[in-house]
């Protein structure tokens, strides 16, 4: 008997038949796909590299799923050192997961039967992988396209993982995505190189670009195991810009479908089950209040999105009714309108649901629906979309969300383009209303006196020959939506003595701000920053603003005891953002332009920004940039703060400020 009959349960009718819902079954059966990315720009292939099937499977059929129960896997391992390697292949990396199989995935007993370490290399699990079938071939520095492999058939649980374990896969995780996103920043480059040259090219977007290339390349993550839960390195409230993200990291393997799942063809078994789901109200008959989801199913829906058919209990319908038949969590996704971002969406990931009831009704349309209850699982951080949310409230009715603990509604006093709050609900402390705030930093007017004065001559915008990109190396620093493409020593912007208008995408960082920020108190880290806005990697934060000393004058205010900042201490973190050595073999690290090592402090005891409350991290989100665009001294550059990675409202921000720790000891307000 087929497999999907078997599972028919008598309260679920047979769609087939006509006589169950008045009306004539037209239109055509899909899955469940998202708003806004139906148009999705896939590259040839890459659908059906998603979706290819597995030709060597395991012929046992076992009775029941044990997702705590994990092969050895025969992919290389990464060795006993948590550093990661710069140069280091991130899927090889990731591997290293399998080393930890045998001590953290255990299978719990019938009965009350005292939980044992299984070590056989396929023992319950859903397929055994065939010996050497997901082995990760030894790569060079500098990796070459590979044979990509398909998704893995068999299922695993993540569990007990120690701290050391969590910051070693966010790392990983962390430079996947910078690469990702360098990549779909990037791509707009070479489309402008592609039109001012009037060479004619296919435009595709960045995100499926970028995807398509880190997939050729073998940098997708988890793709040796397909693991059920929480994937190690991926927060609660992390935030993506594409879905096509969110295949590359392994969150939800689906390029349009709503629920992604492992087909009932592949499994051990011959039953299939849900790992993740996107809710963000695709279906007219979603209900979603939060920690409980009324999900419906995939299907029947015409090109319009209308449901124009009665669904049926197949595919991703049928695995989420497998899941709460052996109570198998799946990760919740969270797809929201968002304004600002290329796609116009982004996506949240708010944690872990188990469905704990399905059952068939009438939709709105008049068609049947399967429907599945989604409750969240408790101890869980809060949800990311609800903090979200209450950063969206925060931006217009602050008193009405935090009666208590705001000092001041703008600490700027009207000088940043968007108002920086203060909030400290701990103590008493209002030490940053004692400090005169500064928008830009202080520079001596000698330095505007040396070097050339000249600027472009661009009238109506600049272009790849004029005088300041040329300063660049011949690229333009940003994109058009002001993103920094890569990271280098220096980037030169268009001055006061340029003729191109405000609007030139060569002038970003003297615009000022973009974000509302909040200075907040923290037991943690002392004085914090968070932002309101959610911040896209690459995206200009704010300068470090402080008054320029020379090394006497430094020397002398030093003295006293006044607290000082080197910018040529910092980290040079800018050289991560648009490192693409996994990506291209004649990759190389930007040296140009270059400026001389730098040689005067910043002093922020009395006049400062917001940026001063930065806190130290060795895994910062946020990285420095040198910038010039008032003046031709490269011995002065200004401090440009730039995002690493997707910055959600609300999370703190970090710098790396470098490993002095003699200095880094006297910043008290940066720790």
Same mark, same amino acid.
Request: glycine share 8%.
């Given at each position: ?13 047979? +769609? ?69 390697? $710069? ?13 930890? %199989?045998?001590?953290? %995935? ?29 082995? !990760? ?34 790392? #990983? ?9 360098? *990549? ?34 073998? +940098? ?10 929480? #994937? ?28 992604? &799942? ?30 409980? #989801?009324?999900?419906?199913? /995939? ?10 058919? /009665? ?6 319908? *049928? ?39 399905? @059952? ?65 609900? #701990? ?10 705030? *500064? ?87 002392? @004085? ?25 004058? $430094? ?21 991560? @953002?648009?490192? +693409? ?10 040296? &140009? ?6 040689? %005067? ?20 989100? !946020?990285? $420095? ?37 003699? @200095? ?8």
């Amino acid at each position: 008997m087929n497999s999907l009959l078997q599972h028919q349960s008598p309260r679920f009718p047979d +769609l087939n038949e006509k006589s169950v819902f008045s009306g004539d079954l037209v239109g055509r059966v899909e899955p469940k796909l998202e708003p806004l990315d139906e148009d999705l720009d896939c590259p040839p292939g890459l659908h059906r590299q998603l979706d290819k099937q597995v030709s060597h499977v395991s012929s046992d059929r076992n009775p029941r799923f044990d997702l705590n129960a994990v092969g050895t896997s025969s992919g290389s391992g990464g060795g006993d050192t948590r550093e990661v390697q $710069a140069d280091g292949n991130v899927l090889s990396e990731f591997n290293r997961i399998s080393e930890i %199989f045998n001590s953290a %995935f255990t299978s719990g007993g019938e009965d009350g039967e005292d939980e044992e370490v299984l070590e056989e290399s396929n023992a319950l699990a859903i397929v055994a992988v065939p010996e050497g079938s997901m082995q !990760v071939e030894e790569q060079a520095v500098v990796p070459k396209r590979i044979k990509y492999p398909p998704r893995s058939n068999e299922l695993v649980r993540v569990t007990n993982l120690t701290e050391e374990d969590e910051v070693y896969y966010r790392e #990983i995780v962390r430079r996947a995505r910078m690469i990702f996103d360098s *990549l779909s920043v990037s791509a707009v480059l070479d489309d402008d190189r592609n039109l001012m040259a009037g060479t004619f090219f296919r435009r595709v977007r960045g995100d499926t670009k970028a995807a398509s290339m880190m997939r050729d390349c073998g +940098l997708w993550l988890n793709r040796d195991k397909r693991i059920v839960g929480a #994937i190690p390195g991926i927060e609660i409230g992390d935030v993506f810009f594409f879905r096509m993200e969110l295949c590359v990291l392994g969150l939800h393997g689906q390029v349009q479908a709503g629920i992604d &799942y492992l087909p009932s063809n592949r499994s051990s078994n011959g039953e299939p089950v849900a790992t993740s789901v996107i809710v963000s109200g695709g279906y007219e008959d979603d209900e979603d209040s939060g920690y409980v #989801i009324n999900y419906t199913g /995939h299907g029947g829906q015409d090109k319009n999105g209308k449901q124009c058919a /009665h669904q049926k209990l197949e595919g991703g319908n *049928l695995a989420l009714e497998r899941s709460m038949h052996y109570e198998v969590e799946v990760r919740v996704i969270r797809g929201f309108r968002y304004g600002g971002t290329n796609s116009g969406k982004i996506y949240v990931y708010d944690g872990l649901y188990k469905v704990v009831e399905t @059952w068939f009704d009438v939709g709105k349309s008049g068609f049947g629906v399967y429907k599945f209850k989604l409750v969240r699982i408790e101890n869980q951080p809060e949800m990311g979309s609800a903090i979200l949310k209450m950063a969206q409230m925060l931006k217009t009715r602050p008193l009405d969300v935090r009666p208590r603990g705001y000092f001041c509604l703008d600490l700027s006093g009207k000088k940043e383009n968007m108002p920086v709050l203060l909030f400290n609900d #701990i103590d008493n402390d209002q030490d940053p209303l004692h400090h005169q705030y *500064l928008v830009s930093t202080v520079i001596p007017k000698y330095v505007f006196q040396v070097g050339s004065s000249n600027g472009c001559e661009c009238i109506s915008g600049c272009s790849f020959d004029c005088l300041c990109i040329l300063k660049n190396g011949g690229e333009f620093p940003y994109d058009n939506k002001g993103m920094l493409i890569k990271g280098k020593p220096l980037v030169f912007e268009c001055g006061p003595q340029c003729r191109c208008p405000p609007t030139c995408r060569n002038r970003v960082t003297q615009k000022g701000v973009r974000s509302r920020f909040e200075v907040f108190r923290s037991r943690e880290t002392g @004085w914090g920053v968070r932002s309101l806005d959610l911040i896209q990697a690459g995206g200009f934060i704010c300068e470090y603003a402080g008054v320029v000393l020379t090394r006497d004058q $430094a020397q002398v205010v030093s003295m006293v005891g006044d607290t000082l900042v080197y910018p040529s201490r910092f980290a040079e973190r800018w050289a991560e @953002w648009g490192e +693409l050595s996994q990506i291209y073999s004649d990759y190389v690290r930007p040296s &140009y332009p270059s400026i001389p090592p730098l040689d %005067f402090a910043m002093d922020v005891s009395s006049m400062r920004n917001v940026a001063c409350y930065f806190s130290h991290s060795n895994s910062p989100n !946020v990285f $420095a940039q040198f910038v010039l665009f008032d003046h031709n001294n490269v011995m002065f550059p200004r401090t440009m703060l730039f995002a690493m990675e997707n910055i959600p409202p609300l999370r703190e921000l970090s710098l790396d400020y470098g490993v002095a720790e003699e @200095w880094t000891a006297k910043l008290a307000i940066c720790n």
